[in-house]
């Protein structure tokens, strides 16, 4: 139980484009979704927390005009990168936290998606 | 606001062995769980174990324990009888109220 997917697992796109990720709790409503990014040999970076029906806060230094994050139901949050240049590129991992059968505190985690941007 | 410290960017042990990672942590929260993840090189995080801090037993699954020091805010992860599917990125994590928080990772080599 409590699994989390992402859609595209792998997406490269054109510089100037712009590219949606979509997070889904497959058996578990998500109340919160998270949002993060995983440049190659480091960490996970927190960009952002949505809670369904509500927008997003982003962390200090994350462009919210460039990164679009959507928390439309309880089940879906979206991440569209606008405008994509090169330096966009990196992986990014969603997780979400909800009305889970083992706890309402844990956050689990999507299998990630790699974006490359030429 | 919550850091984690990762002193061990790599570690290696040899087969069916013990090795320990080094986690410590800073929190302004009294509420608080501390967590490792694994990431081997699908990416997929996988979390290890988890420990409540308002616990004082440590938390164990299977081969992986943890020792939790709460005044000394440090949280370790001993893998026993290693083996070569362990070998994988090891991430410490932080998580209060609103954030989870990671280290900056130790990466784990299995020796057959």
């Known amino acids: 139980g409590a699994v989390v997917s992402q859609h595209p697992s792998w997406v490269i796109c054109k510089s100037g484009t712009s590219v949606k990720i979509e997070c889904r709790s497959l058996?578990?409503?998500?109340?919160?979704m998270f949002w993060y990014r995983q440049f190659p040999k480091q960490s996970l970076m927190l960009m952002a927390t949505?809670?369904?029906?509500?927008?997003?806060?982003?962390e200090q230094g994350v462009e919210k005009d460039k990164f679009l994050i959507n928390h439309a139901s309880l089940t879906l949050s979206t991440l569209t990168v606008t405008s994509a240049h090169p330096e966009d590129s990196s992986f990014y991992i969603c997780?979400?936290?909800?009305?889970?059968?083992?706890?309402?505190?844990?956050?689990?985690f999507g299998p990630g998606t790699r974006l490359t941007v030429t | 606001a919550q850091t984690v410290t990762q002193s061990q960017p790599e570690m290696s042990v040899q087969e069916a062995e013990t090795v320990t990672l080094s986690c410590t942590y800073d929190?302004?929260?009294?509420?608080?769980?501390l967590f490792w993840y694994k990431q081997p090189p699908s990416r997929q995080m996988i979390l290890v174990i988890r420990?409540?801090?308002?616990?004082?037993q440590n938390a164990t699954e299977n081969r992986f324990s943890v020792n939790f020091q709460k005044a000394a805010k440090s949280f370790s992860l001993k893998i026993s009888d290693s083996q070569l599917g362990d070998a994988a990125m090891y991430f410490c994590?932080?998580?209060?109220?609103?954030?989870?928080?990671f280290g900056q990772g130790t990466r784990l080599t299995i020796n057959p």
């Open positions: 994590a932080c998580q209060g109220a609103q954030k989870l928080v």
């Open positions: 997780s979400a936290r909800g009305l889970a059968r083992k706890s309402s505190y844990e956050q689990y």
């Open positions: 420990q409540e801090a308002y616990k004082q």
């Open positions: 949505s809670n369904e029906g509500s927008k997003a806060t982003y």
């Open positions: 929190t302004s929260e009294s509420d608080y769980y």
């Open positions: 058996d578990f409503q998500a109340t919160t």
